[in-house]
């Protein structure tokens, strides 16, 4: 049974506009399945101070609305992360899980 969210939909553009507005923000992916061939698939969500969780979403619209983005460990979710991420490293569990951590 689907765990209920507070989330809003949130795409590249709008991710692009946080980062030029110098806007706080955090994300951090969850495992949402495998591939056929086994490789583990994640979504991204970004979080703000006060506002719901925002879900990575595609651009383009499908007769069933706005679907997910999901990324593959490599290049997608690294490439992603270095462009669109909160700038913390990416930490990989032995059970696929992804924590982030200050670099610093």
């Not at 997608?76 to 032995?94: N, P, S, T, V, W």
Request: glycine residues 10%; proline residues 6%.
């Amino acid at each position: 049974m689907p765990i209920a969210r507070n989330q809003i939909l949130i795409t590249l553009d709008g991710v692009k506009d946080l980062q030029k507005r110098e806007v706080a923000f955090r994300c951090r992916y969850e495992l949402v399945g495998f591939t056929d061939d086994g490789k583990p698939r994640y979504q991204c969500i970004y979080l703000r101070d006060g506002e719901p969780e925002a879900i990575l979403v595609s651009t383009r619209i499908t007769p069933l609305g706005p679907e997910a983005r999901y990324f593959n460990i490599w290049p997608g979710l690294f490439k992603h992360h270095l462009e669109f991420g909160d700038g913390r490293d990416l930490r990989f569990g032995a059970d696929y899980s992804i924590t982030l951590e200050s670099n610093g």
